[in-house]
């Protein structure tokens, strides 16, 4: 691995409505806190990006954005709700924080009026929800065209972060596959070849993904009153 991304939308205990976007100043200065505590940390071994889930409002995501441009910071997440787009466009114009949103778009249509309103400065699609590889890779050609990288967001099981990085080797513009196990001890144990060694994705030249799915660990941890598709049906 060579970055990290942090949730930034986490309690300060200094929430006066847990329900409101609006940060209060010592929210702002704890966010901020946790910034530089990370970046000082990490320093130059990896790249830092926060996470913010779509939490605050526009005057909120303006003032934390202003606060952390000091920092090294990769990208800001989703700072504000993804449906107003002009908000989005306007908080990105506003800040030299670099900005990231896309995981709650669909389609290459709607990722490319983020990229034609400049609402980003790092597009994220994830790839399941676009519509699959083919999609990803259409929507990275048009942020090509706007010299925007891709950032690809995947908290997807390990057929999903191998076709993710797939497509990452594929485009000119990629800047990251995301990984993202939920801790899950037996993530891994899905398919039958490792999908990440010593911290890296190695894109197979083999057929297909280059992974084969182990049905009975499949099986083992299917959903209560799930069924498991079979072979021929």
Not at 211 to 231: K, N, Q, R, S, W
């Amino acid at each position: 691995y060579d970055a990290l991304k942090f949730d930034l939308d986490v309690p300060s205990g200094l929430e006066k409505d847990r329900a409101n976007r609006h940060l209060r100043p010592g929210e702002i200065r704890h966010k901020e806190a946790i910034v530089r505590e990370v970046t000082e940390r990490v320093k130059d071994r990896a790249d830092v990006a926060f996470d913010c889930h779509w939490t605050f409002s526009k005057n909120s995501a303006d003032r934390l954005a202003d606060a952390l441009e000091e920092y090294d910071v990769w990208w800001l997440e989703d700072p504000v709700p993804p449906e107003n787009l002009d908000v989005q466009a306007a908080v990105t114009e506003a800040t030299t924080t670099p900005i990231a949103a896309g995981e709650n778009r669909y389609r290459v249509t709607e990722h490319r009026r983020l990229l034609e309103q400049q609402a980003v400065d790092v597009v994220a699609p994830d790839m399941p929800k676009v519509g699959g590889m083919r999609e990803t890779r259409t929507i990275a050609d048009v942020a090509n065209q706007y010299y925007v990288p891709v950032a690809m967001h995947n908290v997807s099981s390990p057929v999903a972060t191998m076709a993710s990085a797939h497509v990452g080797a594929a485009i000119p513009n990629a800047l990251a596959v995301e990984f993202h196990s939920y801790e899950l001890d037996w993530w891994s144990d899905l398919v039958n070849e490792p999908v990440i060694e010593d911290g890296y994705v190695t894109v197979s030249e083999e057929p297909g993904l280059g992974v084969t799915l182990d049905m009975d660990a499949v099986a083992e941890h299917m959903v209560e009153g799930e069924t498991l598709f079979d072979e021929g049906t």
